[in-house]
């Protein structure tokens, strides 16, 4: 593995995009961002809701759908990082990003995937383990609409916005998720793909150098996320 220029992958990186990484996004608001002009006449018309103009996108963000193959060589990447982006993946999509990190990670590379906590979204709607970081306005909701709010699978009401978002946003359908992991179906994914020495990790507790650049703890803790990571062996 590349010691001296390591390349590390931050996929749907959103406004976590912090120098020494390579930040990938591909959602309209990313690709927005690259020209200003364009998103505040957007603005203008109401073709883009008012607070989307003001979100300080990076512009060295890397614009790629990651549902398509990753445009890096094979074995040159060092670390792969996506916090809350396979689970807007419909499987099979997660299965092949898995894969395509495994693809342009180099022997003993990692991958580390942080995604929404299945396991405890049921134990909250079971009542044993309701997470403190969720209690805000969902508290006045009942048990099944408190899952429903947290699985996000759709949003509780129609998109609002101008006629041509709502098109652009059923098209990309990028915010919804998808489907859903716990760790064990997360941890069985990285088997499969082949990667090894994986396991449930905890937040910043990473082989992954300056994880906490780009790991945000508030998507992790306290049942907001579950995170596993695993090694790409040196012989296949």
């Known amino acids: 593995m590349n010691q001296g220029n390591p390349i590390r992958l931050n996929l749907g990186c959103g406004l976590q995009a912090p120098p020494g990484w390579i930040n990938v996004d591909g959602s309209w608001n990313a690709r927005l961002a690259k020209y200003p002009r364009l998103r505040r006449m957007l603005s203008s018309f109401r073709f883009l809701p008012p607070d989307k103009l003001e979100i300080p996108w990076s512009p060295s963000i890397l614009i790629r759908d990651v549902r398509k193959p990753l445009p890096f060589s094979d074995g040159s990447v060092t670390a792969v990082y996506a ?22 990670l180099a022997a003993d590379g990692i991958l580390r995937i942080v995604v929404p906590d299945l396991g405890a ?3 909250e709607y079971l009542g044993s383990g309701a997470p403190k970081s969720q209690r805000t306005e ?3 909701l009942r048990p099944a609409d408190q899952m429903n709010e947290r699985l996000l699978m759709r949003w509780p009401t129609p998109a609002s916005s101008h006629l041509l978002y709502r098109i652009y946003s059923a098209w990309q359908d990028f915010h919804s998720h998808k489907w859903m992991y716990d760790a064990d179906s997360l941890i069985s994914l990285f088997k499969r793909t082949g990667f090894v020495q994986v396991e449930q990790r905890e937040c910043h507790a990473s082989r992954i150098a300056g994880i906490q650049q780009v790991e ?5 803790l306290e049942g907001a996320g579950v995170c596993v990571e695993g090694v790409k062996p040196v012989s296949p």
């Open 121 to 123: 979204i049921v134990e």
């Open 216 to 220: 945000d703890p508030s998507r992790l």
């Open 83 to 104: 916090s809350h982006v396979l689970e807007h993946l419909y499987r099979e999509e997660g299965q092949r990003l898995i894969a395509e990190s495994f693809r342009v």
């Open 138 to 140: 969902s508290e006045t």
